[in-house]
């Protein structure tokens, strides 16, 4: 499996300000994907990113408040913009191989905290 | 639109007590269902994947199983350490994951 990294690990912020967050994979992989997981609920998916094209954004969340970047196959980063304390939540990427079925194996997660 | 449904939201177990944890599920065409464990703070670490109905897989004292509808978690003879909240979700089309509010297990000693 994949070993992921995600930094910051926390942040506090003022609303308004703007916060990007990075995933780092220590393998190549097609798919990289962006979830949000708000207090005491379950994960929800934001958008997937591949490598050389724009993300795909699910339904509710937009590229202007959510822009992410996928440059190589290793790294993505989620730009959380025009924070608001709504905004306060645990955001997780996760990877995987891009097949049907294939596992999706997740980072530790970046928990945010806005003011 | 692919539906995912856990119960219970919480289950209190006493070290030994065997129990079973729900994820009934509704979708197009079955790509493959995940478990996954998440303790507090940290990210989803997985567990088991599913692909047919009538397929089990077993880890330590976790089996799961997988019907047309729904999945099972068994945990056998649970310890404290297998205190966590246990996410279930769905691959239907595409790569994305639809998860379940999960089920927040505790075991006392």
């Known amino acids: 499996s994949a070993v992921i990294s995600q930094k910051p690990s926390r942040d506090i912020c003022q609303r308004g300000t703007s916060l990007t967050i990075q995933c780092q994979v220590d393998s190549q992989v097609t798919m990289m994907f962006w979830y949000r997981q708000q207090p005491g609920q379950s994960l929800t998916l934001i958008a997937t990113a591949n490598q050389g094209s724009e993300a795909t954004y699910e339904s509710g969340f937009v590229i202007d408040k959510f822009p992410i970047s996928r440059p190589n196959l290793t790294f993505s980063t989620l730009t959380v913009s025009n924070m608001s304390p709504e905004d306060s939540s645990i955001y997780l990427c996760s990877v995987d191989g891009g097949g049907a079925g294939e596992t999706q194996y997740f980072g530790p997660g970046t928990r945010l905290l806005v003011l | 639109e692919d539906q995912v449904t856990q119960s219970p939201e919480a289950l209190r177990l006493q070290e030994g007590e065997s129990s079973s944890l729900n994820c009934s599920y509704t979708?197009?065409?079955?790509?493959?269902l995940f478990w996954y464990r998440q303790d507090p703070g940290k990210g989803p670490e997985f567990l088991f994947t599913l692909y047919s109905a009538g397929e089990e897989k077993e880890k330590e004292r976790l089996k799961a199983t997988l019907t047309k509808k729904e999945s099972f978690l068994h945990i056998t003879a649970p310890k404290p350490e297998d205190s966590a909240t246990y996410l279930c979700?769905?691959?239907?089309?595409?790569?994305?994951?639809?998860f379940g509010e999960g089920t927040q297990l505790t075991v006392n000693p």
């Open positions: 979700a769905v691959q239907a089309s595409g790569s994305r994951l639809t």
């Open positions: 979708v197009s065409g079955l790509r493959g």
